[in-house]
Nanobody
Framework: QVQLVESGGGLVQAGGSLRLSCAAS????????MNWFRQAPGKEREFVSA????????DYADSVKGRFTISRDNAKNTVYLQMNSLKFEDTAVYYC?????????????????WGKGTLVTVSS
């Protein structure tokens, strides 16, 4: 079992920045692809960003590309999401998720573990 706890959410003005953290416990995340998803009020959860084991491969939703950066510190069992140039439409609950893999690759669905989320509110 992997427990994931997100932190770093809060209220920020449009154009501002936040860094989300996802701390894992229970197992090392060395063999886990790690993703961020988000769910805005009244909308379905959507993919935001993905990282392979090593962090060498990453991907982003078109809506955040160029503004968000995913990174990971496997020694600290933590994944981060740096969010810059925030927009009102980035307002959502952000979730961290993990998927075990035998390969250092990206995944976009069928995640094995989920955190409970952290709320990001961007004021316009």
């Amino acid at each position: 079992q992997v427990q994931l706890v997100e932190s770093g959410g809060g209220l920020v003005q449009a154009g501002g920045s936040l860094r989300l953290s996802c701390a894992a416990s229970g197992r090392t995340i060395n063999n886990y692809a790690m993703n961020w998803f988000r769910q805005a009020p009244g909308k379905e959860r959507e993919f935001v960003s993905a990282s392979s084991w090593s962090g060498d491969a990453t991907d982003y939703a078109d809506s955040v590309k160029g503004r968000f950066t995913i990174s990971r510190d496997n020694a600290k069992n933590t994944v981060y999401l740096q969010m810059n140039s925030l927009k009102f439409e980035d307002t959502a609950v952000y979730y961290c998720a993990a998927r075990y893999s035998d390969y250092d690759t990206l995944y976009y669905y069928n995640m094995d573990y989920w955190g409970k989320g952290t709320l990001v509110t961007v004021s316009s």
